[in-house]
């Protein structure tokens, strides 16, 4: 799976950049955004397959890209503590967590700096 992160002006709305990946016909696997000092941050979730042309097509209707990164969706418990509890794993066993955030249904987004390590703590 592809993170792929980018920002929106504020004279935009996220909305615009979800809606241009579904005309195109591409499913987010995850998505989350939040505030900047100007815009948005916008992180979208999409297949290794799709993560070309989800990245070009974004460009190509002028969101600025900001990373991309490969990642992991894993499924998730939800209960009070677990983020923190799986978060603490993967840091002990070695790897640097640099993205974490929920996706759809049960599962979690993590983008670590060894993502081995990320797999073998799952």
């Known amino acids: 799976m592809q993170d792929l992160t980018?920002?929106?002006?504020?004279?935009?709305?996220?909305?615009?950049l979800w809606?241009?990946?579904?005309?195109?016909?591409?499913t987010m696997q995850a998505s989350c955004?939040?505030?900047?000092?100007?815009?948005?941050?916008?992180h979208i979730v999409v297949t290794d397959e799709e993560a070309d042309r989800a990245y070009e097509a974004l460009r190509a209707e002028n969101f600025i890209p900001l990373d991309r990164r490969e990642?992991?969706?894993?499924?998730?418990?939800?209960r009070p503590g677990e983020l923190g509890r799986l978060a603490?794993?993967?840091t002990d066993?070695?790897?640097?967590?640099?993205?974490m955030y929920m996706a759809t249904g049960?599962?979690?987004?993590?983008?670590?700096?060894?993502?081995?390590?990320v797999r073998e703590v799952l």
Request: proline share 2%; hydrophobic share 50%; glycine share 10%.
């Open 93 to 99: 066993a070695g790897a640097k967590v640099y993205i």
């Open 33 to 42: 955004t939040f505030p900047r000092l100007e815009g948005r941050i916008v």
């Open 88 to 90: 603490r794993r993967i």
């Open 6 to 16: 980018f920002v929106i002006g504020e004279d935009r709305a996220v909305a615009e």
């Open 71 to 78: 990642v992991l969706i894993a499924d998730f418990e939800v």
């Open 19 to 26: 809606e241009a990946l579904g005309n195109i016909g591409i």
């Open 106 to 117: 049960d599962r979690v987004v993590i983008g670590a700096s060894d993502l081995e390590t």
